[in-house]
């Protein structure tokens, strides 16, 4: 029997969202998640990228760490064409960041490929399952892969079932955009997540030690991120930890993030984390290949496509999170930060890393991990 939905109001969300499991995360997990998404770095370093700080040559994950990054998100996909991304990939990059100390996000995409607003494909192997045995898949596939990273000593600090699902997951079964924005469907989103955190709480050791997110994309649109978090709530979904997504090219100005940081928060009694973010340092390329950002309308008025622009933005972006009313801003992850071009790989990311084109650490990287203001680096008119 389907269940009725009816639009519950702001009380009735907050009630059904703090019935839920509110773990608080490990005592020795960060009080704020500065992260890095390094999920390309084993490939990137197959093609001899090389980076550096001023302490010298070092691996991008070290560097990152030694300036103020202390968590590390990696992606994982069910069985892509290349070997990166996969569970022996994301296993093999767990031990690195376990190695520095450093807290560790694992982000599901349940496909083969690239999971986001524009496609959720589900994996080839799970194509031709019904929809009973398409969740049961979601739950042994999710389950094992916690339980392999637990096995090595690894298990996730946080885990995201899903990867900016703002249209549903695991297509068409758990689609909810468009025509398939309806009750059903909005019912069968709600029984994979279940299954996907049933799997990850059945894969640990000590599941009380590790959150879940819930991840959606567009952190600047209010109205569409209580449409999408309502749908969940009214059904019960539980999980631990709102993630946004927040670039201004596609989401707007920074002050619409603020507003809607501080009424999520309020609003579903979660803690929010942006989950993705990225800003150009300049609009230059360094390879053949033509760059995501890379026209004046993909800027946030104010800050220029510069060294000291790029870290302007992220100075300001970071104050914002950390502001979010009852210290519920509780972390900020910049997107493929190291994502350079190299040896024989063009990367169309390449000009808005926190390295330059040779690969050197920016003063943005500071400014991610709250460590900079224009006072205190040196960023001259040459550098820019």
Known sequence: MKRIVILIPLLAATL????ARTS???SSAPEFLTGADLSSLPQLEDHHAVFSDDQGTADAMTILHRHGFNSVRLKIWHTPEQPYNDLAGVAAMAKRADALGMHFLLD??????????QKQYKPAAWDSLDFAKLVDSVYAYTRAVVSTLDGQGTPPD?????NEIRPGMLWPDGRVDGDYDTAEQWDN???????ARKGVYDGLSNPDATRLMIHFDNGGNNAICRKFYDSLAVRETEFDVIG????PKWHGRLDSLEANLADLTQRYNKDVIVVEAAYPFTMGWNDDQGNIWGMPEDLHEGYEPTIAGQA???AGLRRIVESVPNHRGIGLY???PALTSADAYNSPWENACLFDFDGVALPAMDAFAGRWTPENQRITSEAD
């Open 334 to 336: 910049y997107w493929e």
């Open 189 to 195: 989103l709600a029984e994979l997540l279940a299954a």
């Open 312 to 314: 302007a933005y992220f």
């Open 158 to 162: 946080m885990v995201q079932t899903g």
């Open 244 to 247: 946004l997504s927040f670039y």
């Open 16 to 19: 059904l969202f703090g019935c």
């Open 24 to 26: 608080a995360p490990d």
């Open 108 to 117: 599901f995409h349940y496909s083969d490929w690239w999971a986001d607003p």
